[in-house]
């Protein structure tokens, strides 16, 4: 078992950043592709970015790809997601997630293991 464990979510305003960081334990960190989804009220959860093993290619939704940056630190088995120019669209709870190299990395399917959830709100 992988254990993810999000924090860094809160409140901020419209144009401000937030830095999310995903803290994992029990199983071989580096093993894993690591990904970041959220879901906002009454929607599909939906992929935002991901990160393969050695941080050396990542992935960007759309709606991220300019605003927003992964990376991870295997030596401290962590994977960050820092997001700047926040606007109300982006508030969602926000999920990381683990799984093996190959799958198609913007599947929720494609993981195997998910923290609980972080919640992010900007106001409108």
């Known amino acids: 078992q992988l254990q993810l464990v999000e924090s860094g979510g809160g409140l901020v305003q419209a144009g401000g950043s937030l830095r999310l960081s995903c803290a994992a334990s029990?199983?071989?960190?580096?093993?894993?592709?690591m990904g970041w989804f959220r879901q906002a009220p009454g929607k599909e959860r939906e992929f935002v970015t991901g990160i393969i093993w050695d941080g050396g290619r990542t992935y960007y939704a759309d709606s991220g790809k300019v605003r927003f940056t992964i990376s991870r630190d295997n030596a401290k088995h962590t994977v960050y997601l820092q997001m700047n120019s926040l606007n109300p669209e982006d508030t969602a709870v926000y999920y990381c997630?683990?799984?093996?190299?190959?799958?198609?990395?913007?599947?929720?399917?494609?993981?195997?293991?998910w923290g609980q959830g972080t919640q992010v709100t900007v106001p409108s």
């Open positions: 029990g199983r071989t960190f580096s093993n894993y592709f």
């Open positions: 997630a683990a799984g093996p190299f190959g799958r198609v990395y913007y599947r929720i399917a494609s993981y195997d293991y």
